[in-house]
């Protein structure tokens, strides 16, 4: 398998569009800085370059995804396109109403052109650790439907070896009933650590969309075969899935602090 990189310079409005609603550009400062303004580049430069009239489009959840929403809206209405968007997430179907793009689901669209989705890390050999919002579940089903799997996000998720930059874990779905089992059956196996996510606006667990809980595995730094990893982690009885994205992803964009945007691909 082959991966390459290149980095490019993408110019974009420097202007913050007024409030379009609790899910959109009103949580970012007006005056951005540069980790605000590479994600804005990332997420432009994808939209620009995979977003074609007459296509299905995924739209992933995160800080970086706002930007590639906002992006899509100013394309829809300037060109006229005509995009059915798939939302991964409560927040991503937020995103696509209140920039007023065309809502669907994978029971009327099972098939996507590409979903565009962040990503709380990216190595050299593209495998993604995701789900440090509380997303993967409905990312990973999305994205298994979609042709191409385009990530975006800023300098600071690209790292040479998971785990390098990214020290939160491997996000991994589970079944309320077997959380305790889970944490002892991984620890024997696996070694590291692992926590049961916790809320910070309520007391008790973290609950996913899909009303389950999440535990953060904290790993050795040794690992190198990931897809044997995830294979283990997801033949226990209890796991719904887990944040590790192995050959998913066709493409990422990050967005530098100089303002240009560094390409990886998997060819």
């Known amino acids: 398998m082959i991966f390459k990189s290149a980095v490019t310079r993408v110019a974009i409005s420097k202007s913050v569009p007024s409030r379009i609603g609790r899910y959109g ?9 540069p980790l605000e303004s590479a994600k804005k580049a990332a ?3 994808a939209v620009d370059e995979y977003v074609k009239d007459n ?18 809206a100013e394309r829809v209405r300037e060109e006229n396109l005509r995009v ?26 099972p098939k996507l052109s590409c979903t565009i989705d962040g990503a ?4 050299a050999e593209m495998n993604l650790l995701k789900g440090g919002g509380g997303c993967l579940l409905q990312e990973k089903i999305v994205a298994s439907c979609s042709d191409e799997l385009i990530i975006v996000a800023d300098y ?10 990214f020290k939160k874990g491997v996000s991994i779905e589970v079944i309320p009933l077997a959380y305790v089992p889970i944490k002892q059956k991984i620890l024997e196996n696996l070694g590291g ?4 996510r916790m809320a910070k606006a309520k007391l008790g667990p973290v609950l996913t969309d899909n009303g389950n809980f999440i535990l953060d595995w904290h790993f050795p730094n040794n690992i190198t075969d990931w897809n044997k990893i995830n ?6 009885p209890g796991v719904v899935e887990t944040g590790i994205f192995i050959n998913m992803a066709k493409k990422a964009y990050f967005g530098m602090a100089d303002g240009s945007v560094k390409e990886q691909s998997q060819v």
């Open 193 to 196: 650590s692992i926590d049961l």
């Open 120 to 123: 709380d890390e990216v190595d």
């Open 156 to 165: 600071t998720k690209n790292s040479q070896r998971l785990g390098e930059q």
């Open 25 to 33: 550009y009103e949580q970012f400062s007006k005056v951005m800085g």
């Open 43 to 45: 997420a432009y430069k």
């Open 55 to 72: 296509s299905i489009i995924g739209i992933g959840s995160g800080s970086t995804v706002i930007y590639a929403v906002h992006r899509l």
């Open 84 to 109: 059915i968007c798939i939302p991964t997430s409560f927040q991503a179907r937020q995103l696509i109403i209140n920039h007023h793009l065309a809502l669907s689901d994978l029971e009327i669209h």
């Open 231 to 236: 294979t283990e982690i997801l033949l226990l």
